[in-house]
Nanobody, 124 residues
């Protein structure tokens, strides 16, 4: 069974930073793409960023470019979302996801495995 476990969420003041990590464990699976999404109360799940696992090629949603970066540690089987200059509107549950096929996608339906999520709360 594949497990994705997020960590690093918490409470931070506006303009602060957080670093989220996602560790993949369980049976080996072919990670083509690792992504981050978020979901605020009453809203749909929203794409944040993805990274092409082997190539390390990142892509960040336009609305978060310049503040968020995504990277991966190949040896540790971990993907990291660095979030800077956080705003109250970034408050959400952040989910890690993995796709076993494809070249990178911002669509929820293109991901095969999901973590349980980690809460990020940004106070004003």
């Amino acid at each position: 069974q594949v497990q994705l476990v997020e960590s690093g969420g918490g409470l931070v003041q506006a303009r602060g930073s957080l670093r989220l990590s996602c560790a993949a464990s369980g049976r080996a699976f072919n990670k083509h793409v690792m992504g981050w999404f978020r979901q605020a109360p009453g809203k749909e799940r929203e794409f944040v960023a993805y990274i092409i696992w082997r190539a390390g090629s990142p892509y960040v949603a336009d609305s978060m470019k310049g503040r968020f970066t995504i990277s991966r540690d190949f040896a540790k089987n971990t993907v990291v979302l660095q979030m800077n200059s956080l705003k109250p509107e970034d408050t959400a549950i952040y989910y890690c996801a993995a796709a076993i096929t494809g070249a990178g996608s911002a669509r929820v339906r293109d991901y095969d495995y999901w973590g349980q999520g980690t809460q990020v709360t940004v106070s004003s």
